[in-house]
């Protein structure tokens, strides 16, 4: 019993695996103002979808995410570009 105790003190004191602590955006959860507020996820939007940082309306839409934006704008926001935004979204880290 006092193994497993101590067992249980040590994982408890110990740092999360990286994965767990690294939560990534998505086109479908984050949104576009948190996207825009990192450089580096700016800079994946800027790849795929380079007007909309700079659109006169951006700051509409700030609260939205890319999907819910898709509705609007079907044309410039394909399934294909926002799993592309994905996929490249996918390899950075997310800013605390």
């Known amino acids: 019993m ?5 067992a249980a003190a040590m994982f408890a004191m110990a740092p ?5 602590q690294a939560a990534t955006y998505s086109t479908e959860s984050t949104e576009i103002g948190t996207l825009l507020d990192d450089p580096a996820a700016k ?14 309306q951006i700051d509409m839409a700030r609260a939205m995410t890319l999907k819910a934006v898709q ?3 079907p ?3 394909t399934d294909k570009q926002l799993a592309d935004i994905d996929a490249d979204l996918a390899k950075l880290k997310a800013a605390k």
């Open 71 to 73: 509705q609007y704008a």
């Open 43 to 56: 800079a994946v939007l800027d790849k795929h979808v380079p007007a909309l940082s700079g659109s006169d």
């Open 16 to 20: 999360m695996p990286a994965f767990a």
């Open 75 to 77: 044309d410039d926001l």
């Open 2 to 6: 006092k193994k497993l105790m101590i």
